[in-house]
């Protein structure tokens, strides 16, 4: 979904079908990565129909044209094309330019109370921030693909797994940016 520089914020819904009598509880679970995902959270094991609808709650202008969201601890951060990293409170409060940097951030994830942050340039430069907004590291990953929205952080086993589309892999780091395998497909 484009942002067009709006952050939507989707509350809980609940369908009723009185022809079935089926009746859902919660189905939107977003979780720590940008990653939403619509499950059927009842103990109705006889509902099977998809869910038909989300009800829209407010809409919130950030500074840019939005690329990456993370929600972390009562926050949401939202990676912007024009290089900064706004912030979002639970009431809809922004910090404009909570983080700036100078290109386009592609991904956010946070991690042990750390943001981990996959910024556009050439080569691709991933930045480790603190969540008072203070940079602790940086570090160039090696990929140079001019096609820079295919490009999100994972985390796995406490690692960071990280496209590299140039060179056809996965590269998986440390915390503190130590290169621990290349996965070469």
Not at 24 to 45: G, K
Not at 57 to 69: A, L, P, R
Not at 163 to 180: C, L, Q
Request: charged content about 20%; some cysteine.
């Amino acid at each position: 979904m484009a942002c067009d520089s709006f952050y939507y914020i989707l509350h809980r819904f609940c369908l009723n079908s009185f022809a079935e009598r089926e009746t859902r509880e919660t189905e939107l679970v977003v979780h720590s990565t940008d990653d939403v995902i619509l499950c059927d959270r009842s103990q109705h094991m006889n509902i099977r129909s998809p869910p038909t609808g989300l009800q829209f709650v407010k809409k919130i202008k950030v500074g840019s044209n939005c690329n990456t969201v993370c929600h972390y601890k009562g926050y949401t951060y939202v990676g912007l094309e024009n290089g900064a990293i706004d912030r979002i409170d639970d009431q809809g409060n922004v910090t404009l330019a909570f983080i700036k940097l100078v290109n386009p951030v592609i991904s956010i994830r946070a991690h042990n109370d750390q943001l981990f942050i996959l910024m556009y340039d050439l080569p691709y430069k991933m930045f480790l921030y603190g969540l008072n907004g203070s940079r602790i590291s940086t570090w160039d990953h090696p990929d140079r693909n001019g096609n820079f929205r295919g490009n999100k952080i994972s985390i796995v086993r406490n690692q960071l797994a990280v496209p590299d589309v140039t060179n056809k892999r996965v590269t998986t780091y440390t915390s503190a940016g130590d290169v621990i395998r290349p996965w070469i497909f």
